[in-house]
Structure formats: C-alpha cells, structure tokens
C-alpha cells in the first residue's frame, strides 16, 4: 500500500475508534437522563450517526474534548422532541423556555431536560473564559428556544412561512449552539476570543443544514407531521439551489478564517461536508 493511502487509512481508523469512544460516552450519557431519550426515539443508529458526526468533523480533538459537543447535540434533539412531539399546548412550550433559560443563569433545575443543561452549563463552568462567554452562550441558547417556539406555532397554526423566513429561522436547528458551546470549551484560543466573528460564519453554515436535514428526513416528517421546508410550497429543485448557494457563500465567508483559525474553519467546512455525504447529498 503506497505511503499516502496509508496514511489515509490511518487517520480514517483512529477517527472511527475516537467516534466508537464517543458513541459510549452518549450512550451512557443519555442514561442519566430518565425519559428523556426513549429507545423509539432514540436507538443504536443514532447515537453512531451522533458520534460519527462529532469525530469525523473535529477528528484532532479527543474524546473529553469533544464532549461538551456531542452532549449538547443529543440534548438540543431531545428538546426538539419535547417540542415536536410531546407537547401540545404554547403554555407547555413557553415553560420549557423559562426554565432552560433560568438554569443557564444558575438555577436549580426541575426536570431531567434542564438537569441535563444545567451539567452542560456546569462542565463549560471549568473553562475559566466562561465567565467571560456565559451571556454569549445564553444569548445562542434563548436564539435556539425561540426559533424552535416559532417554528412549533408555525406547524400548530398552520402558517407556511416563505423559504428565505424558514431559512432565518434556522436557529431551531441548534448546531450554532453546539458550535459555541464546542468552541467555548475546546476551542484554541483565538477562537475564544473571536466567538463574535465566528457565529455569523456559524450561522450561515447551520442555514445549510437546516435544508440538508429537510431533505433527508422529509418522509419521516410527512408522517409525523412536522414543518419541512419541502412542504412550504417551494420544490426540491429550489431547494437544492438554495443549498448551492449557501455552500459557496459559506466557503466565501470561512476562507478568511483559515490563516486565523485553520482548525475552527476545518471545522465548520467539514460539517457542510460530512453532514452531506452522511446524508447521500453530492456537493
């Protein structure tokens, strides 16, 4: 085997063992968190897909390191679920609300989503920066509860909103607050220094996967009968047009950060790039 391909075989094995070792730190994560991650919901290919995703776009950085991340994906999905899926009522929605958003301010939480989120808050306190970066990371994490809030009295009203609206509502997807939560807590210096420059550049790859994720799961959400953009009247096509143009924008905007950052810009250039390929979307 020539020198480069084994190389390659290398670097892909090592990423696959560090996602086997975060695929059993979420599962015995999700364990501490009683109903929040039914096994309907919740099964073996997801916390795979959860950890293959977590490795393969941040392969330099251990498994402790990538924690804080790959916890704050499975708990950004379970909220979703909550949201999606149990709750019927905006009184229940706008509870919820209040209460992630009075845990990430230190209070004592009531229910295991928001236990969940107060050991995330609780993990990003040992970085010493926090203190510094916590209104930054609440300021995501009340972006992310509002959009999800929006995007549920869009679907229990039945109010399409145009794709450029959906689109500016991509916050309830949650991945800029996996990104800044990743940063605050394993991100090189001149990351967490530049959190404010790196979230629009955050933002506009999460847009990307916004319409990705609609894509892969749009007879899943038929069914259970959740908002998919494919159901706002605009076709694949458009679609797919849309997420050209965000990739080329979003390479645009992350090309500047390579010299100041190689590894957050290899990162988020790797999200649109996993998440595509994960999902059998060419480029």
Same mark, same amino acid.
């Given at each position: ?43 073996? @290919? ?33 909220? @979703? ?50 203190? @510094? ?5 609440? @300021? ?144």
């Amino acid at each position: 085997m020539p020198d480069d391909e084994l190389d390659v075989a290398f670097e892909l094995g090592r990423t696959c063992a560090l996602a086997a070792e975060c695929g059993r730190d979420l599962r015995r994560c999700a364990q501490m968190y009683t109903g929040l991650f039914p096994a309907a919901a919740f099964d073996t @290919d997801f916390y795979t897909g959860m950890s293959l995703a977590g490795a393969f776009t941040s392969p330099w950085t251990s498994a402790e390191g990538l924690k804080v991340a790959n916890r704050a994906a499975i708990w950004v999905l379970a909220v @979703d679920r909550l949201i999606d899926h149990t709750f019927t009522r905006r009184g229940e929605v706008n509870a919820l609300v209040r209460e992630c958003l009075a845990v990430a301010d230190g209070a004592v939480p009531r229910a295991a989503v928001t236990r969940f989120l107060a050991d995330l808050r609780d993990e990003l306190d040992r970085v010493k920066e926090f203190e @510094d970066l916590k209104e930054l990371w609440r @300021d995501q994490l009340d972006a992310m509860l509002s959009a999800m809030t929006r995007a549920w009295v869009w679907r229990d009203t039945r109010r399409a909103p145009s794709l450029e609206g959906y689109l500016d509502n991509a916050d309830s997807r949650g991945s800029c607050f996996v990104d800044l939560s990743h940063w605050i807590y394993a991100g090189d210096d001149w990351a967490r220094r530049h959190l404010t420059e790196l979230r629009p550049v955050s933002a506009h790859v999460q847009r990307y996967l916004h319409l990705l994720g609609d894509l892969a799961s749009y007879r899943r959400d038929v069914s259970w009968g959740d908002l998919n953009v494919l159901m706002l009247g605009v076709d694949r096509a458009e679609v797919t047009d849309a997420m050209a143009r965000l990739e080329r924008e979003s390479a645009e905007l992350i090309g500047p950060l390579r010299e100041r950052s190689p590894r957050a810009a290899a990162y988020l250039r790797r999200q649109i790039g996993f998440h595509a390929g994960y999902n059998g979307v060419s480029g």
